[in-house]
């Protein structure tokens, strides 16, 4: 068979429009597994590793996942959401049902001792998702299944939210509510009497700085994974306190 070889550079062509579509949000749909973590109302799925509180007063709900560490990326993947659908299980899939979609808001740990139920281990990608989301897809009964997964943009209620915790020399800044690519990957704080500074990546979404920006209002430089940069500023006024949350008017 001989292939035309104008093929390859149209199909590239064409992956690059869909990206620029989909606003730099791969659009490819991956293989990968299937577990579910906690009970129907969502205990257990509340705070994780990414750095989240309540995930019903934060926006996430119940349609929220833990990832293994192929897909978390040391905690950046966070916020990112991903549609999902059961696939090749005829047993335990079912049948028409919607794929769900669900931001990541926690990390599935490996665990080297096991022989066996290694799911999370690398480099497996998985989803441990809340139980209300794992039944939308699949019985209970069947424990793993096989899935599809894809990115999606985030769709968000409001502005971008910053939580602004620790102490006079150490500022933790978890930021949330992220719409579109929805992970932040840089992240940037300008006191009203300091230059753009850069935080360094804490864990999850959480990132810190070692500055006294107590007295200052603050901005904030918000970078995406998919490169979009957002300024969003004076979202704390000069009297802002440790332990509260500042909303911004945008989003991405
Ligand atoms: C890892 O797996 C072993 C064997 O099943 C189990 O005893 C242990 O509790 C697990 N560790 C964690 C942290 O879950």
Sequence with gaps: MVMPYSLPPLFFIMMLLVEVIAGGIDPNWYDAHAT????????????????Y????????GLATTALSTALFNNGLTCGACFQIMCVNDPQWCIKGATPITVTATNYCPPNYSKTVDIWCNPPQKHFDLSYKMFTSIAGEKAGIIPVKYRRVPCVKTGGVRFELKGNPYFLIVLVYNV????DVSHMSIRGSKTGLLTMTHNSGQTWHINQNLVGQSLSFLVTTSDGKALEFSFVAPSNWQFGQTYESKQNF
């Design 179 to 182: 719409g579109n690519a929805g």
């Design 36 to 51: 579910f973590y906690g009970d129907a109302a969502g205990g257990e799925t509340m705070q994780g590793a990414c750095g």
């Design 53 to 60: 509180g309540d995930l019903f007063k934060q926006g996430y």
